[in-house]
């Protein structure tokens, strides 16, 4: 361990101390101070085959931030509105936890209350490399989430013209865009923790890329511009919502659902972002 995770994870556990193990969280969310969880609906017309039976309904959630910097019920938002909204599959984002690996079993139950007919899949975020990557990969893995890092896999019929592509997380893993995409259907879903994987993508090219890290700023202003932006070149280009990208397909920044260091969130309310893939012409 080099000395700058040494320093991590220190103030990691000051940070942990500090909230008082959530109790500061808990008054945060009950002032209303968490934001309220909202469902985002994105069409993405026209980038699966014409030969599916019937349009894809993905979702997508990540940076859930279980541990003291969230409070549990904004979990039990999630968990309801996936309950209700019944996608096809489930993509997560990463940043399950912060501080330590240990808290993932706060989130757990209610990422895998609804069971999506396709399956759950994950990759990692910083904040879970930092925590304890291979502690927080096992315990996803045995809660029957499939976590991706640098590989795909095939959706089961009738959608396996539809591949999902995840990567490590860009700076703080060690991301392989090419491996990822390598032998992926035609129809590709770009699964990453941050917007930065744009810059490692190269030749590779996607129908759909899903992203979050941003938390939408967290702290914004009344028109979505971040106060303080997350960490990395593209967190403020790209730092919430839809973009269309030449030559590939349109990036979608999920706000997150948890907190990170502070338990406030102002002008970016949690969400879960909910993508239709139609079948072309």
Same mark, same amino acid.
């Given at each position: 361990m080099g000395p700058h995770s040494r320093i991590r994870k220190c103030a990691l556990r000051v940070l942990d101390v500090a909230l008082l193990n959530g109790a500061v969280a808990s008054i945060s969310y009950r002032i209303g101070a968490h934001g309220a969880l909202r469902v985002k609906h994105y069409e993405v017309g026209g980038s699966a085959p014409a030969t599916l039976a019937r349009p894809l309904t993905v979702a997508f959630g990540s940076d859930f931030h279980a541990g003291p910097t969230t409070h549990p019920a904004i979990f039990e938002q999630l968990a309801d509105a996936l #309950?209700? #909204? =019944?996608? %096809?599959v489930l993509?997560? /984002?990463g940043d399950y936890v912060s501080c330590k690996p240990q808290y993932l079993s &706060?989130?757990?139950p209610f990422l895998t209350h609804y069971r999506p007919p396709l399956g759950i899949y994950a990759v990692l975020g910083n904040h879970d490399i930092w925590a304890g990557a291979a502690a927080i990969r096992r315990r996803l893995e045995t809660a029957g989430i499939e976590v991706l890092v640098n590989r795909h896999i095939r959706l =089961?019929?009738?959608? %396996?013209s539809i591949g999902i592509c /995840? &990567? %490590? %997380?860009?700076?703080a893993g060690g991301p392989d865009v090419a491996r990822a995409f390598d032998g992926a259907p035609p129809v590709r879903i770009f699964l990453t923790h941050s917007p930065d994987a744009l810059l490692l993508l190269g030749d590779e090219r996607f129908s759909l890329a899903l992203a979050g890290h941003t938390h939408g700023g967290q702290i914004a202003l009344a028109d979505g511009t971040a106060i303080i932006s997350a960490g990395g070149p593209l967190a403020r280009t790209y730092g919430r919502g839809r973009f269309e990208l030449p030559s590939n397909g349109p990036l979608i920044v999920s706000c997150g659902? /948890?907190?990170s260091t502070l338990p406030v969130r102002v002008n970016a309310d949690p969400d879960l972002i909910l993508c239709t893939m139609s079948p072309g012409e």
């Open positions: #309950r209700r #909204r =019944a996608p %096809d993509l997560l /984002g &706060i989130l757990l =089961a019929p009738p959608f %396996d /995840g &990567i %490590d %997380d860009p700076w659902v /948890g907190c």
